[in-house]
């Protein structure tokens, strides 16, 4: 696990040696051990290494035999060792064991068709000195991060954007105008990001740079395939037989891995089937706050299960203090509470371990979340003809409340309009009461229908789990489990998110995985093989935190009011509207959370990269 960063530009008017030196620097947290420099006047790359495998080689940039292929690679290869030997069977010749190398040979054969036979996490670029060519790839998840600035005929690209604030040709502007999509979803839903220029390369694509000319292509598609003919108690089998090689898989390394524990299923899931290869350290976080507590139910499982457990329960201070720090190294602003219990665990965790496992892509894959269900409530009333249903919905509209109004309303839209994402934090219409200019912005779901409309044919449930797996989960979910866990220099892997499950959970049919009394149905059956019921059976609660309760104290009360009506807020917010929120939540009028919590992470952020910096 390492970070990388690195440019193409004709101009020779600056070091291009010192410049990469310091983009380098800027990302030394996702590489501590050792550093690597590369540059030939056209084309500089700068490496950070975190080792895991083969720690005495493995160096990057990394070279084929004539240095005429140049690597920088952060991610895992898990099936390096199979690629290796079909790579040597057709004449490549190996200096050491690790799995960069295999991206090397494998481009020299098989070229961007190497994409097809990895299984891993990864994120890369190979650069061609003879042809000038730079091939770039992001995996099939977009596990790991990959982002670049295109401007004119300077090409910059790394693992986090702050790299790019160290180039001389980098034109730091706010991509203002994608606010109204922050303040809906909580992050931008698509590859855009809140530098302008600067771009997500999407999951499962590939770049090439070449004579001046950017491309860009999706070389992997997540596609169903349906089998109706198992039964409940098959799909459970096949699951925990692929899960269990997809841990033993994930676990390979040179250095001690550890896991995540929570009270869930999917972290305790993942945390017994690595204890039944090996004796494992597992790390939980908590609060004093015992009602927003996970500790008590994680340190019980581990007990059972037989694994040494270490936690640690944070307060309302740190909580708070880390806000910046946490909001600096997302590179863009990320409200998801969760994101700061999870740099504090992984925090913990780094103190033992240099690699841990842990239970992202459970959910989506396998059905995991609540509102899934609503698509079950609304199979039959989505047949009835549109202009019936939007006539109702309108009607309720103007009514006053009444049991089934929001089910009428909503049940005038299409699937891509009643995402439950697309006004997951502000409903679109409460923009312009927030935001101090008129961007004329978009409706969410101008994001989210291309999304839907790929998967047209498949029941409302298959469309929400894929929706999520292309929006949710890649720009939220993924976005916080790689930025907190390499502030802290720690590899993160996700087992649930490996192509060989993936094959699984695209097959199972929709009623084994969500109904109206359970979520992951097959999945919580796999795991019922090897946990105790409790666990198994644990409901959906994600990482609590008590930041509902701590708005309302004076101490942070404060500290966020005079956020609100400090400078920064006051260039992009209504600041008498968006302080109206806060003190309405301090009171109980409305439960505001996720709306406070919002602004004020983009206010932290800004002020990170636009004032400090």
């Known amino acids: 696990m390492c970070g990388f960063t690195g440019f193409s530009t004709a101009d020779t008017s600056f070091d291009h040696q010192s410049a990469i030196k310091s983009m380098a620097d800027a990302i030394a947290h996702r590489g501590p051990d050792s550093e690597g420099l590369f540059s030939d006047g056209h084309v500089?790359?700068?490496?950070?290494?975190?080792?895991?495998?083969?720690?005495?080689?493995?160096?990057?940039?990394?070279?084929?035999?004539?240095?005429?292929?140049?690597?920088?690679?952060?991610?895992?290869?898990?099936?390096?060792?199979?690629?290796?030997?079909?790579?040597?069977?057709?004449?490549?010749?190996?200096?050491?064991?690790?799995?960069?190398?295999?991206?090397?040979?494998?481009?020299?054969?098989?070229?961007?068709?190497?994409l097809d036979r990895l299984r891993g996490m990864f994120a890369f670029v190979i650069y061609d000195r003879n042809s000038g060519r730079l091939f770039a790839a992001r995996d099939i998840f977009g596990i790991k991060p990959f982002y670049y600035y295109h401007k004119?005929?300077?090409?910059?690209?790394?693992?986090?954007?702050?790299?790019?604030?160290?180039?001389?040709?980098?034109?730091?502007?706010?991509n203002e105008e994608m606010l109204p999509q922050y303040l809906c979803f909580e992050y931008i839903p698509n590859d855009e990001t809140f530098f302008r220029d600067v771009y997500k390369l999407p999951a499962a694509h590939y770049m090439i740079w070449e004579n001046g000319e950017l491309t860009v292509k999706r070389y992997f598609s997540i596609e169903y395939s349906i089998d109706q003919s198992k039964t409940l108690d098959q799909w459970s089998d096949e699951i925990a037989k692929v899960f269990h090689e997809s841990c033993k898989t994930h676990m390979i390394a040179d250095v001690e891995v550890g896991c995540f524990l929570s009270s869930g299923v999917d972290s305790s899931y993942v945390t017994q089937e690595m204890?039944?290869?090996?004796?494992?350290?597992?790390?939980?976080?908590?609060?004093?706050?015992?009602?927003?507590?996970?500790?008590?139910?994680a340190q019980e499982l581990s007990k059972i299960i037989d694994v040494e457990n270490f936690s640690r329960k944070i307060t309302a201070q740190e909580f708070f203090d880390a806000t910046p720090v946490i909001q600096y190294h997302m590179d863009e602003p990320l409200p998801n509470p969760s994101a700061v219990p999870l740099y504090f665990v992984a925090q913990e965790a780094r103190k033992q371990v240099k690699v841990v496992l842990s239970g992202e892509g459970a959910d989506e894959l396998f059905g995991g979340y609540r509102y899934y269900q609503e698509c079950i409530d609304y199979q039959k009333y989505m047949k009835i003809p549109r202009f019936l249903r939007l006539l109702a919905g309108n009607l309720?509209?103007?009514?006053?409340?009444?049991?089934?109004?929001?089910?009428?309303?909503?049940?005038?839209?299409?699937?891509?309009?009643?995402?439950?994402?697309?006004?997951?934090?502000?409903?679109?219409?409460?923009?312009?009461?927030?935001?101090?200019?008129?961007?004329?912005?978009?409706?969410?779901?101008?994001?989210?229908?291309?999304?839907?409309?790929?998967?047209?044919?498949?029941?409302?449930?298959?469309?929400?789990?894929?929706?999520?797996?292309?929006?949710?989960?890649?720009?939220?979910?993924?976005?916080?489990?790689?930025?907190?866990s390499m502030a802290n220099s720690l590899e993160l892997r996700v087992p649930f998110l490996d192509r060989e499950v993936l094959k699984t959970a695209l097959r199972i049919p929709s009623k084994y995985r969500v109904t109206r009394k359970e979520t992951k149905l097959a999945l919580r059956r796999a795991a019922l093989k090897s946990l105790p019921e409790k666990t198994a059976d644990m409901p959906k609660i994600g990482f609590l935190t008590p930041l509902n309760d701590w708005l309302k104290q004076d101490e942070f009360y404060s500290r966020i009011r005079a956020a609100f009506n400090g400078e920064t807020a006051s260039q992009f917010f209504q600041t008498e509207n968006i302080t109206r929120l806060l003190d309405d939540h301090k009171s109980g009028k409305a439960h505001n959370m996720k709306k406070v919590w919002s602004i004020y992470c983009f206010i932290v952020w800004y002020e990170e990269f636009f004032v400090k910096r």
């Open 275 to 297: 204890a039944r290869e090996l004796p494992v350290k597992s790390f939980s976080l908590g609060y004093a706050e015992e009602k927003y507590s996970e500790l008590k139910n």
């Open 396 to 484: 309720a509209e103007k009514l006053p409340p009444f049991h089934g109004r929001r089910f009428l309303m909503r049940g005038r839209h299409p699937l891509s309009v009643r995402y439950i994402r697309n006004n997951y934090v502000y409903n679109f219409s409460d923009c312009k009461d927030i935001l101090k200019k008129d961007y004329q912005p978009k409706t969410p779901d101008f994001y989210t229908k291309p999304v839907f409309d790929r998967i047209p044919d498949e029941d409302e449930i298959t469309q929400m789990q894929y929706a999520d797996m292309q929006v949710w989960m890649l720009y939220d979910i993924l976005q916080k489990a790689d930025k907190m």
């Open 152 to 174: 004119n005929d300077v090409l910059l690209f790394g693992s986090e954007i702050k790299s790019f604030l160290h180039h001389p040709q980098f034109e730091k502007t706010l």
């Open 44 to 114: 500089s790359l700068g490496f950070r290494r975190l080792s895991i495998i083969d720690l005495e080689n493995g160096a990057q940039p990394m070279y084929n035999e004539d240095n005429s292929l140049v690597l920088c690679f952060n991610g895992e290869i898990y099936n390096h060792n199979e690629l290796r030997e079909e790579l040597r069977a057709a004449g490549h010749t190996f200096r050491n064991r690790a799995d960069s190398e295999v991206l090397l040979h494998g481009y020299e054969e098989w070229g961007p068709a190497l």
